[in-house]
C-alpha cells in the first residue's frame, strides 16, 4: 500500500471520488467532508481511513508506515485552523474521536469528547472560556469516556464513585471547585483500575483512534456484520474534530434534527435539543430534550422559540443537504454560544410509511424522478405500512425469539385456546394466542386474537401461512418457550408467563416480550402508497395477483391492487361446521352411496363460497386449487375427540378410530395428498368441480365476468394430469350445459414436485397454465419439512450455513434451477402457457426479481403482501432496463 | 391394407420373412411352419394372421375384403393335402382352431378341436375310423368345447348334463350308442341355452375363429396385457389344422415334453404322455399322466416303452429343433396309431435355476455363445437360484395381495412377535412374522422366521430393505390384512388367520395364501451361476459391491461377487443393547460432559464392528454411512416403553417423555436426520470416524489392506459437506498419527436431495466419490414416501398412470434427469471423483442399464442382489456394444 493516504482533511483540496468517498471515509467522514465543500459551518478536523483500520487488523493492530507522521500533520493543520495548540495548557485545542464506518452498526465505540485536556489544559479552558465549571465538566466528561470507551473501566466503577460524590446532589448543583474534585475522584478510579490517566494528549488520541479501531471486531459488531450478511473487512474510519462546546452555558446547547419526520414522513425539520449539554446528554436521557419546533405539540421549550436565529441557520441548511442528497437527512448539531455547529448528516432512518410518504413528496417537489422513487423503497418496507410497530426507543425486554412470520407487533393479554380467545374478545381485552402449533380449528381464534405465537412450526406452517393471509402479526418456531397447557402457562427459559399475563410480540424481528409496549399505530391511510404502487405497476411487467380463500380476503387484496386471484385454497370450505360433518361421514362411508350422499352436503356450501369470491373478483381470473391436504386431516386424532366426533357421527368409536389409524401416515407431507387424493376418490373432486361450474354459472348470470381457472395440486406424472384435467372438463360441461350458460375456463397444473419441473414439456401438453408451488418444490429440492427445519435451521444460521430461510428468501442457486427449466419445458411443450408462482415466494423480493427474469406471467402472495409485491416487480423491471 | 394376405399355409412357400413371422403368424403359428419347412411330421394347415385380428377390432368386429375368399382357398388347400373334405359325410375333414398370438398369455381362447363334425359326418368318421366310439367321443368333445368357448355358455351345464347322464360310470365304461346318446343330450344343452349347435362345418369354422380373435379382447388377456407393458394392438392369430387323434385306441396317445428339465435345466427329454387321449386331457386333471422316461424316478408306464419307436422318433426331432432354436423347447406332440404328429414347439419356461444351467451347457455344447448366454438369461431370474419356491401348478389358495418386497417362497406358522418367532424356532417350527409394520428392535426374530408379511410399507420399508438383506422372502404393505394383536388374529379380508395357523408367502409375486403349500427347494449348487457370472464379469464395465452391515453380511457378498462394501449403514450398530442405552445417555444428556461420556461407551462397539467388516473385505473398499436417521428412533416412543427405559436410564419418566416430544417430527423422512445431525452433534460423527479409524488403524496393522470411504448422507448444500469433511479429516489424521498407521482414505456424499443433484459441481470439490441415494431421491422428486404410497399407489397401478414401483423399477424419466444431471456436473466440479449408485436400484436392471450409459463406476446393492447386478451389468455392456 505504498503511496496510500491514511488520512483526509474535511477540507482537503484531494478527497476521495465522490463514489469511493463513503467507503474510504466511512458514512460520518463523507458527510462531514461534504457539508465542508458546501461551506457549512462544520468544526474543521480529519478523517483516518477505513483502509488504516483493515491494514491495522491485518498486521497484529499495528499502525502503518506514515500513519503516525500524517497524523502529526493532520494535527498541526487543526492547529493553525483553529488558532489553538493541542496540549497547549493556556487554550488548549480539543478533539473529538469518532468512529465512522461506511455502514453504521451497533457495537462500535462512538465517541470520545474533550481529547486534549489533562490537569494542565483543563486550567487553560477554564480561563479562556471565562468558565471553570465547564472546564472541569468537560474534563471529568473525557475521564469518564476514556475511562469507559478507551481502557473499557466498567462504567458502574465510575456512577458509583459519582453517585457517592454527589451524595443526592446533581451535578448542575456543584461549584466549580466541587466539579474539579469530582473530576480528580474519577481519576483516582483510573489509578483504582490498575493505570492512571494518560495526561499526554498525543498518548489520549492514540488510545481513542486504536479503540475505535478495535471496536470494529468487537462481538456485537460482528454479529451484526454477520446476521446482516455485511463483509468483516471493510473497517471503521476515525473522525478527529475539534470541539465546540454545547454546554458553554445558556446560549449554548445540542441536538439532533430530521428533515422530514421520520414516522410519518411528512415535510418540516424534526428533532429534540437541550440547552447547555454535550451531545451524549441527549441520548443519555439524564435530562429531557425539546422538541425543535412546534410541528410535533410535544410541549418544552422549542429551538425556534429559544434561539431563533440558530433554528432559521439550521433549516437554511436543512434545505441545503437535502437539495444536495436528494434525501430525507438525520442530522447532528452544537449551538455554541450563539452558533450552530453541524456535526453529522446521513440519511435518515425511517418507517416504511415515512419511507413511501418521503419519496412520493420528492417527486411532487421535483427532486427525484419516479423512477428513483420506486428504486428508494425497500418493498419489505411497504408490509410495514398498514401495521402496527413498536416505535424506535422503547426499550424491549425479550425474553424470546421465534421466527418472524407476519410482520407488525401486537400486544395483549396470553390465552392458549381459541375458546380463550373469544371470551377474551369479548371482554374487549386484546389477546395474543399462544399454541405449540395451530391447526385449521384455530383459524377462528386467531382471527379474535391480535396476534399468534406458536412453540413450533417454520415460516410456512399453519399458523404463519393464515396469519399472513390476515395480516395479523405472528412469530412461530419458537423453541426458546415450552407450553404447559396443564397448568395455564408457558416458560421462556425460565421465566413462568401465566395465562392472562401482557405479553408483546414483534412479527418483524422474531422477539417475544414481556409486558404491554407502546404501539405505534399505522400513520398513514396509504394514500402515498397507492401512488408509488401505481407508478410501480406502470413499469412491471410480473402481475401480481392473492392468495385469498375467502370474499373478505379476495375484497382486501382487490383493494391491495391484485389484479385476480393466483391461488384459492379450498381446505377451509371443508372446514366450515357442515362441510366437516359431512366430509367425515364421506369419510367413514363404506359404499359409494353414502359417499356421494356425504359429499352432496358439501356442495351447496362450497358453491356460496365460490360465488362469493366470484362477486368481488369480476372481471379477473380467480384460480382455485382443488383439495390439496391429506385425507386424515379431517378426522379427529386425540381419543376425546374420537369419542366426541364418533358420537355426533352415529358410529362406533372404534371403527372411527380405525379409518384414522388407516388413514395416518409417517409422513403426511408427501402422503396421500393433492390429486392422489383425486385419483384414488375422484368424487371429492368433482364435487368441487361441480360447485365451481355451478357458481360460476349463477354468478355469470347475474352479469358478474367469471374466469375460473381450475388447478391440481401435487402433479407428478403427466398422466395424473391428463386424467384430471378430463374429469374437470367433462363435470364443468355437464354444469354449463344443465344451466345454458356458456364461459371460458382453464385448467392447470400445480409445479411443486421436482418430477412435474422435470418433465414440464409432457404436463404442459395438457395444462392451461403452470402455478410454481415453491413452497413444497423447496421442500422436496432441500428434502426438509417446514414444520421439522426448527430443530436445526437456527445452527444452520448461526454456522453461517444457510443465512436465511430458503422458504422465505428463494434459492435462486437450487430451486431456481428448477423453475426455470420448468418454464422453458412447459413453453416447449404449450407454447400458449401461462406461469405463474403462487408459493410464498411470490411475495418474496428476491424471488420476484428471480421470476422476472423467467418472463413468468404472475406472481401470487398473500394479500398484505400484494404491495410489496407490486414494488418488487418494478425493481425488478427496473434493474433489467438498467441491465440491458 | 390392399393386397395383405390374411393367411399362410404352414407349407407356403412365400412366408413372412423370419424377424417379421412371429409378429404376423403368432408364436404357434410360426413354431408349425417352421417345422414344416423342417421337414417335420407336422399335419396340414394354415395361420390366419395377426393381422387379421388388428383389422377385425379396427372395423366393429368384421373381416377384411379377402379373408372369406382366402379362407376357402387354404380349407381347399387342406382338402387337396389330406385327400378329405370338409363336410365329406363319408370321410369328412376335421380341424382344429387354436389362438396363437406373439405373446403367450391367460385368458386367450386356447382350442376347439374336431371342427367339422355334425351329425352327418359323425357317422362317416365313425365308419372311416372303424371306432364308432371314438367318432361320438370326437363329437362330443366338439359340441362340449364349441359350446363353452364359441358360445360362452358355462361349462357348468354341460358337467351336470354328462354327470346325470354317466350316473357315476366313466366315460371310458359307455359303448358307442351311450357315447351317441350322451353327445345328442349335449346338444340339447345348446338348444336349452337358446341356440342349437351349428351342422354347418362352414360355420362353426367361422364363429371358432371369431371367438378366438374375440378373446383377444377379454378382460383377463387386457389386463394381462397392461400389467405386462403389452399393447393393446398386436392381436393374435388362429391356426387351423387338420385333425390327428391321439384317442384312436391304445396305440395313440398324446403329450407334452421339454427338451430339457425346466426345474433343474438337466439336458433330457423330460414330459407326460397319455395313451388313448386328445390333447386337452393331459391338462385336464381327470386322468394322472405319465412320465416320458425313467430320467425322473416318477414312476408309471414310460412312452420310451410304450412306444418306443415314436419316442425314438421324438429324441430325433427334440435334436433337430434344439439346433434349429438354439435353445430348449416345450413341445406338444400326438401319435396317432403309431405315428407321431407335432402340434406345437415354442421356447419353453423354466426356473432361475433351469435358465442358468441351460445357457451354461448350451455354451459347453457349442450351441450358443457366451455373450448369447449372457443375454438370454434375466437377472431377475438370479435372484430366484438361491431361494425356495412354489412349483408350477401347484394351487394357490389366495388371501391376500401385497408388494413383492423380497423374492422366494416361504411357508410356516403365523408368529406375531419377535418372541412368538423365537418360540416358534426353539420348537423347530417354521413361522411367518406377521407385523403392522417392522422396527430394528424386530431384526432378531426376522432371523428366525422362514418369511416376513407387514400390512404397511413400501418395497424400500424396513421389512424389504432387511429381508432383502437377509435374502428372506418378505411381502410387505399388504393392506388387504388387518392386524388384531389383541386378538392374536389377523384378518385377510373377512378371513381370520389365526396365530399358528399356516400361511404361504410368494415374495415374487405379493401373494400371501392360506395353509402350507408345496415348495421347491434351490435347485442347484450354484456353479452353473458362478460360470455365468465369471463371464458376465468379464464383459461388464459397471463393477458391483453390495450393501452389507456387518462381518456375515460383508462375507455372504463377497462370495455372490461383490468387490467391496457400497453402503454400510451404522444405524444398526447404535441399537445394539449397549449402544442403545449409550446413545439414549447422550440423547438425555443436559451438558457437553454427559454426552461425550456416553459416545465414550459407544465407541469400542462401533470399532469392533468396524473391524470385522474391514478384516471380512480385505483389500476391497467399504463405504461408511455416518449416522443417517433421526435421532428420535432410538427413544422410545409408547407410553409404556417410557417408563422402562425410563428407569432403566435412572431419569424421571417425564423427563424423557418430554425429550421424546422434543425430537418428534411431523415428516422424520424430511427431518432432523443425516449430515443435519452431524452438522448440529458433531460428536455424534466424531464420534463414529473415531471408531472407523481406530478399527482401521487396528486391521491394518494385522497386515489386512484397509480401503474405507467415509461417506455424509443427506447433504443438500456444499457448505455442509465441506464442513463434514473437515470434521473427518481431522478426526482420521488425529487416530491415525495416534496409532502411528499411514493409509488412504476417501470422503464423499451421497446424492440423495434434488439440491445435491443440481449443485453437484459446487458439491464435488469438497468429494471424492458421490453415491446417489436413488431411493431418496426418488422419493423427493415425486414427492411421496415409502411408508406411505401403498395408499394410493395400487390405484395408480390398476388405472396404468404408474406401471411399477418407481422405488423398485429405476425411474429413468424423471429421476435419471437428475442423476444424468449430478454426474455430469460431479465430474465437471471434480474430474477425479468416483460415481456409483447405492440405493435399491443398484440391483435394478433398469437402473443398472441406464447407469451403465452414464458411465458411473459401480453400483451397490444387497447381497443377494449382487449376483442379478452382475448380470445386468453385462447386459448393459452388451446392448452398448450392440448399439455401438
Known sequence: MAGTRWIYAFDDPALPPPDARKRILGGKGAGLSSMTA???????????????????????????????????????????????????????????????????????????????????????????????????????????????????????????????????????DLSADEMAALTRRLLQVHEEQGEAFPQDPQVQLKLAIDAVFRSYNSAKARYYRSTQGIPHDTGTAVNVQAMVFGNLGPTSGTGVAFTRNPKTGVAGLFGEWL???????????????????????????????????????????????????????DLEFTIERGTLWMLQTRSGKRTGTAAVQIVVDLVSEGVISREEALQRVEPKALEMVLRPIIPEGVERPVIARGLPASPGAATGKVVFTPAEAQEAFERSEPSILVRIETSPEDIQGMTLSQGILTARGGQTSHAAVVARGMG?????????????????LFYAGDTPVRRGDWVTIDGQTGEVMSGKLEMLEPQADGGAMATLLAWADDVASLSVRANADTGPDAAKARQLGALGIGLCRTEHMFFQEEALAAMRRMLIAEDPRSRQLALRDILPIQRGMFADLFRVMDGLPVTIRLLDPPLHEFLPHKDEDVSEVAASLGVQPERLRARVDDLSEANPMMGHRGVRVGITTPEVYATQVRAIFEAAALVSREGVVVLPEVMIPLVALPAE???????????AERVLTEHGVTLKYKVGSMIELPRAALLADSVAVHADFFSFGTNDLTQMVFGFSRDDMGKFFPDYQRLGLLPESPLATFDTEGVGQLVKLGSERGRAGNPQIKLGVCGEHGGDPVGIAFFHTLGLDYVSCSPYRVPVARLAAAHAALADRAGA
Open 38 to 172: 458546501m461551506g457549512l459551518p462544520v468544526p474543521p478536523g480529519f478523517t483516518l481511513t477505513t483502509e488504516a483500520c483493515v491494514w491495522f487488523f491485518e498486521h497484529a493492530q499495528a499502525w502503518p508506515d506514515g500513519l503516525a507522521g500524517e497524523l502529526q500533520a493532520a494535527v498541526s493543520g487543526l492547529e493553525a485552523r483553529t488558532g489553538k495548540t493541542f496540549g497547549d495548557p493556556s487554550d488548549p485545542l480539543l478533539v473529538s474521536v469518532r468512529s465512522g464506518a461506511p455502514v453504521s452498526m451497533p457495537g462500535m465505540m462512538e465517541t470520545v469528547l474533550n481529547v486534549g485536556l489533562n490537569d494542565a489544559t483543563v486550567v487553560g479552558l477554564a480561563e479562556a472560556s471565562g468558565d471553570a465549571w465547564f472546564a472541569w465538566d468537560s474534563y471529568r466528561r473525557l475521564v469518564t469516556m476514556f475511562g469507559d470507551v478507551v481502557r473499557e473501566i466498567s462504567f458502574a466503577w465510575f456512577g458509583r464513585a459519582q453517585d457517592a460524590f454527589l451524595a443526592g446532589r446533581s451535578l448542575q
Open 472 to 488: 395479523k402479526p405472528c412469530v412461530v418456531g419458537c423453541s426458546d418457550i415450552q407450553v404447559d397447557l396443564s397448568r395455564g
Open 275 to 329: 440547552r447547555n449539554a454535550q451531545g451524549e446528554d441527549v441520548v443519555a436521557g439524564t435530562r429531557t430534550p425539546q422538541p425543535l419546533n412546534d410541528l410535533e405539540a410535544e410541549g418544552g421549550e422549542t429551538l425556534q422559540e429559544a434561539m431563533p436565529a440558530a433554528y432559521d441557520e439550521l433549516v437554511r441548511i436543512q434545505g441545503i443537504l437535502e437539495q444536495h442528497y436528494r434525501d430525507m437527512q
Open 721 to 731: 394430469l391428463e386424467r384430471m384435467r378430463g374429469l374437470v372438463v367433462e363435470t
